[in-house]
């Protein structure tokens, strides 16, 4: 079955860095843009990022700009999500998608493989 299979995650402390990876099964992921959204318990899912498929042109959510980067490994069908710096609200499950990437949205549709979100928790 064509998926996204996730892995990382987990339990971070503030300040330290986050590497999140998603690899596309069944399917070649350089066909797709894709991206990453994240939601909170009881906050609304916002989209983080996104890189398209073509020149590899990012797209980010202001508010976490500079401290967020995406990037593709097309050899090993996989993208990457890395967050510096974590802080207490960055805590949430985070899930990647292939997405048509576009400001100001980041993710604006075309959601047609999705992997199955990871929780990340920022604590001391």
């Known amino acids: 079955q064509e998926h996204l299979f996730q892995s990382g995650g987990g339990l971070v402390q503030p300040g330290e860095s986050l590497t999140l990876s998603c690899a596309a099964v069944?399917?070649?992921?350089?066909?797709?843009?894709i991206g990453w959204f994240r939601q909170a318990p009881g906050k609304e899912r916002e989209a983080v990022a996104c890189?398209?498929?073509?020149?590899?042109?990012?797209y980010y959510l202001g508010s976490l700009q500079g401290r967020i980067t995406i990037t593709r490994d097309d050899a090993k069908n996989t993208i990457y999500l890395q967050l510096n710096n974590m802080k207490a609200e960055d805590s949430a499950v985070y899930t990647c998608?292939?997405?048509?990437?576009?400001?100001?949205?980041?993710?604006?549709?075309?959601?047609?493989?999705w992997g199955r979100g990871a929780q990340v928790t920022v604590s001391q």
């Open positions: 890189i398209t498929n073509t020149h590899e042109a990012r």
């Open positions: 998608t292939t997405a048509r990437c576009e400001e100001p949205t980041i993710l604006a549709g075309r959601y047609d493989y």
């Open positions: 069944g399917f070649v992921l350089d066909y797709f843009g």
